[in-house]
């Protein structure tokens, strides 16, 4: 059987590619969609309205942004009252994965949270935010 540090490890992993990484792509991807699947997608449009400059300005949040989404979504199943669980099933038993974590929604932006290690997307661009703090953009 596998440790229960190499199955938050393995969850870290998938988490971090299926949705993080695919999230952070699709929408620094928006800006290029050349058609839209509706005609006249306002949000889109507003993306391709902005100047290359506000863009990427635009784009240091989203990280951000996504790390608090998954943190709200992790919670829901960290809490020893909640009835929702994260199990990883095998054969031969389950794993309540918040019972094997010091606390699941911890495991992902911390300095060495699942997205600072495992990210492929933040570390190709080497945007890896140390820390799940808001950047400053005055400079």
């Known amino acids: 059987m ?8 393995e969850f870290g992993k998938i988490l971090t590619k299926e949705s993080f990484d695919s999230s952070l ?17 306002p949000h ?14 635009l784009l240091v949040f989203v990280p951000y942004i996504l790390m608090i989404q998954l943190i709200g979504v992790l919670s829901i199943f960290q809490d020893e009252e909640s009835q929702y669980k994260l199990i990883y099933n ?11 974590s010091d606390g699941l929604s911890a495991e992902v932006a911390t300095e060495y949270g699942w997205i600072s290690q495992f990210s492929k997307v933040l570390a190709d661009n080497q945007r890896v935010p140390p820390l799940l703090a808001m950047p400053n953009l005055e400079a």
């Open 25 to 41: 792509l699709k929408i620094e991807n928006l800006r290029s969609i050349k058609n839209p699947l509706l005609d006249y997608d």
């Open 90 to 100: 095998t054969d031969d038993s389950n794993v309540d994965l918040s019972l094997i």
């Open 44 to 57: 889109i449009k507003y993306l391709q309205s902005l100047s290359k400059e506000d863009y990427e300005k």
């Open 2 to 9: 596998k440790t229960h540090e190499k199955i938050l490890e």
